[in-house]
DNA sequence: CTGAAAGCGCTTACAG
DNA sequence: CTGAAAGCGCTTACAG
């Protein structure tokens, strides 16, 4: 059906190897017969088939990546880094995600074998036993913001736990005393390390600082909720800062809609800096997750593991993260300590 | 380097022939001999290669999407709808993006040869006859929003006229007889095509409207310049259309902070109703377009394509918008006709 | 039920 | 400079 480059040979009169050698360029082929061999490519409209070409000289130009989703404000970010950075050096991205368990994870993850040259993982199914069994030694792989410690790969993370270290005493310094935080959802490591940050710069402060956890999921609704709760009583805190920006925001609609004013009534911070952060209003006070920067940095590792295999650089990287102060926490960019405004 | 099916065969001692038919579960292998062949391979942590079954069967799972952009509110939803789909039907997604020119579009597209069982498409630098250089009439694929119109390909599109007609149909029921409209960057067939509902709308609307055109290129900041030049004058319409969303929302609020109040001095619509659209304040009145629905129902299309690539269904498709009524046109939804709120 | 062989579409030493 | 041949890792008629 399609036409290959047996096609062209016969029709071009010349072995499959030359059409090979004058189609890429490569070795010696005389002006004569690379003119008439790409001639006739032409006019049969021959397209090399990819997946044969990979197969014999083991490069695919092309790299998977293994994501929880592909779409919302946050991997939205994370797969322009990505792509921006593969673009830059020619390569094509393979992408799988979504996998409610870690047999899909597997299965996603073999099926790419063969078809990439290296894998961006980020999955919460991902262990180190897990890579053992369904990635070869042989396929580089970066690890994207897991709890995996394994020495074959590099891994970059997003700084959770200092982020939400840095926010916390930024509440604290803004002279808030009672602070409430709420969470992700259970088992979630970023949730965790959110939280972990949050109660350890309470612990450490020199001031009494009142705390209290809720509980949230991530999701606009789930701060919704806790908004419209807060918005019922009297015993509110005076600053609450939640794992995510989306359950700030929602959170902070529901106070407004119920009566209550932000920041002057409670301050408000979250959690990404996602996009909608600036547009709402007031704007959200948060901490910005480099999220392209970060999936640039992976793919660009990845992809020098890729050309110099050998080279056993497994590194880990923690981006540091920044308080962007906006009006959601009632301070001037001024008054903030080592913060930079937007 | 890596473990091959011949690898397993030699362990297990048995032809690759049988480890491949054990491996897939398809024909008669004693349950003994697969069994053996099963623990060998995972012993021997064997992975197949998808690319060399994929050689052979003429099968690769995996759908190529060429695409303007990976990013953004519009394309995070466009691959959330097209990811959706390929998930539920099991087959991989090979993407490829930001394509300056016709030349690196085709390089994109010759890349996936080999690589994929059809391909979704959507590039402003597509036109019938790069198809035909480009792409083996043996690939399956549909054309997303294009002004192609060949018999060859199913077409889905965003109806950008229509929407666009509706929603100044909308205004001028809602009292405004000044309007002006931004357009979108030049040589975009969304932005004239919405241009021109616009306009027709306009021309033959039983009132005099008084109409002008502003120019803007889809960036926030080009709406945002419009805004500041509008707050500057008095001479102001008394809606204001925008081509798409972040032109609308940038335009609104530099004419809120340059004094002017929005909807009670100008009235303000978009186009796309992005996530933004309900969180800016006030709320953004904008034409939806269903953008995962758009994704997903390309995605099937082309899926049953590749399933029955004879039954020649050619199709074009252009789902409805409608029009989402807030704050931001100073409108009850009820006062709107045939419209729907969020 | 099992194996030897051909072949998918390409590239690359190896000769000439 | 050019071609015949081997081989990448797999699957699938074809025999037995």
Chains 1, 2 share one sequence.
Do not use: W
């Amino acid at each position: 059906m399609a036409v290959t480059i047996r096609d062209v040979a016969r029709e071009a009169k010349v072995s499959v190897a030359s059409v090979s050698r004058a189609l890429n360029g490569n070795t010696n082929v005389t002006d004569a017969t690379r003119s008439r061999i790409l001639r006739v490519a032409a006019r049969l409209r021959y397209i090399p088939h990819s997946a044969a070409r990979s197969l014999i000289t083991r490069r695919t130009h092309t790299v998977g990546a293994l994501l929880p989703d592909l779409f919302g404000e946050f991997f939205s970010e994370l797969i322009r880094g990505i792509d921006l950075a593969a673009r830059a050096r020619g390569l094509h991205l393979l992408v799988s995600s979504s996998h409610g368990n870690a047999n899909e994870a597997a299965a996603a993850l073999r099926a790419m074998q063969g078809r990439v040259d290296g894998m961006l993982i980020m999955s919460p199914h991902v262990d180190a036993d897990f890579l053992h069994r369904n990635l070869p030694d042989s396929v580089p792989a970066v690890l994207l913001n897991t709890a995996v410690k394994d020495a074959r790969y590099s891994t970059l993370s997003i700084d959770n736990y200092g982020g939400a270290r840095t926010m916390t005493q930024h509440l604290i310094d803004a002279g808030h005393r009672s602070i409430a935080f709420v969470t992700g959802p259970d088992g979630n490591y970023d949730a965790a390390e959110r939280l972990r940050g949050f109660q350890d710069a309470i612990a450490s402060s020199k001031r009494k600082i009142a705390s209290e956890v809720l509980r949230g999921d991530f999701s606009e609704e789930s701060g919704q909720a806790i908004g419209r709760r807060l918005a019922a009583t009297k015993t509110r805190p005076q600053a609450l800062f939640a794992a995510n920006d989306m359950m700030a925001i929602g959170c902070m609609l529901a106070l407004i809609e119920g009566g209550v004013r932000v920041p002057e009534d409670v301050a408000i911070a979250g959690f990404d800096d996602i996009p909608i952060a600036r547009f709402v209003h007031p704007g959200l006070t948060t901490v910005r997750v480099r999220i392209a920067e970060l999936g640039r940095s992976a793919l660009e590792q990845l992809a020098s593991q890729v050309e110099a295999p050998d080279a056993k650089t497994a590194s880990a990287q923690t981006p540091r993260c920044e308080v962007v102060v906006r009006a959601s926490c009632g301070q001037s960019a001024a008054a903030a300590r080592g913060t930079k405004p937007l």
